[in-house]
Structures are given as C-alpha cells and as structure tokens.
C-alpha cells in the first residue's frame, strides 16, 4: 500500500479537462494480440449515461461523471469470447478513485499492473488518473481474462503519466491497516453535508474492526470548524453529553456515544481527522491516538 494516486484539479490538465470537455483515449488500437474490434466505439455524456448503465448512473454522476466510451472486442479464433471496454472520463483523479473505491467487492483478486486493479472471474476494475476502466467480458474463461490484463496493462502503460500522489494516505498508520478497505466518500460523509473528500481505511484490531478518516481541508480554521460543525449536528441526536477520553495525548478530542457506537474526531492543522462507528471505546481511542501521532509524524 503506497500513497499513490490522486489530488483533485491536478490531473487532465490537458486543455480539453480545463475546459470541462471529455478527451477521448484510443482505444482500439489497444487491442490485445488476437482480438479485434467487434465494434465502433460508443460515447455517453452525463445526459445519456443512463441509456448504457441504467441503475447505476447516478452514483457515477453523482462523482463528477463526465463521459463514457465503450466499445466491444471479440477473439480472432473463437468468436463467442468476446469483452466489453467501459472508459469511464471521472474529470479528476479524486473522482475516479472514488468511484473505484465505492464499486470494488469482496472475493476478487489484486492486480499490480497498477495501484489500484483487481479482476474477477470475467472482468478487470481498475482507475489511473482521471479514468476508472472496467472490462467485463461475456464468458468465463481463463484466455479471455489474460487478454483483458493485458489490455488494461497496454492503457496503464499509456497513461501512466497520470497518477499523482494522494497525500490523504500518508496519514493512515499501516500497523493493522487494511489496504483493500481505503475509500473516498466525494460527500455527505456520515451524512454531514460539510463532509466532502473524506478518506476512510479499516484497522484490524483483534477481532474488532475500526474505521478511520482522514480529510486533508484548505485551512487549519476550515478543520476546525468542521469538528464544531459535526459536534453540533451530533448534539441534535444525542444531546450534548461528551465522554471523557482515557488519553490526553490528542488536543480537543471529541468522543460522542451515537447509539452504542463510537464516533471520535479533532484536526490537527489543516488536517480533519478520527474514528467512525466504533463498537469499543477502548479500541477506538487507540485507532485515534495511531492517528493523530502518524499525521504529526506527516506534518513535521
């Protein structure tokens, strides 16, 4: 797990993504040895998208969607394997990882041809840059899949140049962490609309599981707000009742018992920060206290 990938408004910067307009990658002439074009590409902007992915359209214009150009790739031999290669142009790198982090499920198989891939039994998932690419074949076979990698190799390969890196991810502590959890929440993070860009990665601690966050904001003051901010909007729920942190190594911690459950968060300068949903006070105080130490260690 490395701190790959990703700040917003700094990836297409190419004169097409400042201006808004989608810039369309070759696809075709990506094709793997022994497959071809079974047919011409297809384009979806935000108002057609439906049309292609209907369902699910709104979680991808809800992150900043801005086109879709798919286009299908058959095998020279067999004629009944074929894929299906979805470019989804997310904008901003943030954006594609977002919706990256959001579609991946358990059960699947890590791929290193970049930082953040993985397949299943007959597709490949996987988002650089601005792009986040899926290729969902027709059948399950094993040739087929190897083709994909190495489709989706050859376009890593080409854009390569495109992945930033992401500084949220320095601030998890790695000790327990696990790799495969770190997600983007774009907004309304634990349903305060002040939370945007909030980054969230799980700790494995014994049998318990615990969630932290992490949001890197423009000002310490922005940071701090957002923690009276959340407070307050805590308080209609629960009141204004606070519990006593067992450590005094975080300045201004705030724990509050949301129905049995944890929530725990301070900033430390223009950081935003803490533990989410812990269902042990204990364990979670030790999560936070791991990550106020690892972003001072960061901010130095």
Same mark, same amino acid.
């Given at each position: 797990? #490395?701190?790959?990938?990703?700040?917003?408004?700094?990836? %297409?910067?190419?004169?097409?993504?400042?201006?808004?307009?989608?810039?369309?990658?070759?696809?075709?002439?990506?094709?793997?040895? %022994?497959?071809? /074009? =079974?047919?011409?590409?297809? #384009?979806?902007?935000?108002?057609? @998208? !439906?049309?292609?992915?209907?369902?699910?359209?709104? %979680?991808?214009?809800?992150?900043?969607?801005?086109? @879709?150009?798919?286009?299908?790739?058959?095998?020279?031999?067999? /004629?009944? @394997?074929?894929?299906?290669?979805?470019? *989804?142009?997310?904008?901003?790198?943030? $954006?594609?990882?977002?919706?990256? !982090?959001?579609?991946?499920?358990?059960?699947?198989?890590?791929?290193?041809?970049?930082?953040?891939? *993985?397949?299943?039994?007959?597709?490949?998932?996987?988002?650089?840059?601005?792009?986040?690419?899926? +290729?969902?074949?027709?059948?399950?076979?094993?040739?087929?899949?190897?083709?994909? +990698?190495? =489709?989706?190799?050859?376009?890593?390969?080409?854009?390569?140049?495109?992945?930033?890196?992401? /500084?949220?991810?320095?601030?998890?502590?790695?000790?327990?962490?696990?790799?495969?959890?770190?997600?983007? &929440?774009?907004?309304? %993070?634990?349903?305060?609309?002040?939370?945007? $860009?909030?980054?969230?990665?799980? *700790?494995?601690?014994?049998?318990?599981?615990?969630?932290?966050?992490?949001?890197?904001?423009?000002?310490?003051?922005?940071?701090?707000?957002?923690?009276?901010?959340?407070?307050?909007?805590?308080?209609?729920?629960?009141?204004?009742?606070?519990?006593?942190?067992?450590?005094?190594? &975080? /300045?201004?911690?705030? +724990?509050?018992?949301?129905?049995?459950?944890?929530?725990?968060?301070?900033?430390?300068?223009? &950081?935003?920060?803490?533990?989410?949903?812990?269902?042990?006070?204990?364990?979670?105080?030790? +999560?936070?206290?791991?990550?106020?130490?690892?972003?001072?260690?960061?901010?130095?």
């Amino acid at each position: 797990f #490395s701190a790959l990938v990703m700040q917003t408004g700094q990836a %297409g910067s190419t004169e097409a993504a400042a201006s808004g307009e989608a810039s369309v990658p070759d696809i075709a002439g990506l094709a793997p040895e %022994g497959y071809s /074009p =079974m047919s011409a590409t297809e #384009s979806f902007d935000r108002a057609s @998208l !439906s049309d292609k992915i209907d369902g699910k359209a709104d %979680g991808y214009l809800d992150a900043g969607f801005l086109q @879709l150009t798919s286009q299908r790739f058959v095998s020279d031999s067999q /004629p009944d @394997l074929w894929f299906e290669f979805y470019l *989804y142009d997310m904008e901003t790198p943030r $954006n594609a990882f977002s919706i990256y !982090s959001k579609q991946k499920r358990d059960g699947v198989t890590d791929q290193d041809f970049t930082e953040f891939a *993985y397949s299943s039994e007959n597709a490949v998932f996987f988002a650089i840059g601005k792009y986040y690419v899926e +290729i969902i074949s027709a059948a399950q076979d094993e040739t087929l899949l190897a083709g994909m +990698i190495k =489709m989706a190799k050859g376009f890593v390969a080409a854009h390569s140049a495109a992945n930033l890196t992401l /500084p949220e991810l320095a601030y998890f502590p790695k000790d327990g962490l696990d790799a495969k959890s770190v997600s983007l &929440i774009p907004k309304n %993070g634990f349903s305060y609309s002040k939370f945007d $860009n909030i980054f969230t990665g799980t *700790y494995q601690v014994g049998d318990a599981r615990i969630m932290a966050f992490v949001s890197i904001r423009k000002t310490p003051e922005e940071a701090a707000d957002l923690v009276k901010g959340y407070d307050a909007i805590l308080t209609e729920f629960v009141g204004d009742e606070r519990l006593k942190p067992e450590t005094n190594e &975080i /300045p201004g911690l705030v +724990i509050v018992d949301l129905f049995g459950e944890y929530e725990m968060f301070f900033s430390k300068g223009n &950081i935003l920060a803490g533990v989410h949903g812990a269902a042990d006070k204990a364990l979670g105080e030790k +999560i936070a206290v791991e990550l106020y130490h690892q972003i001072s260690s960061v901010s130095k």
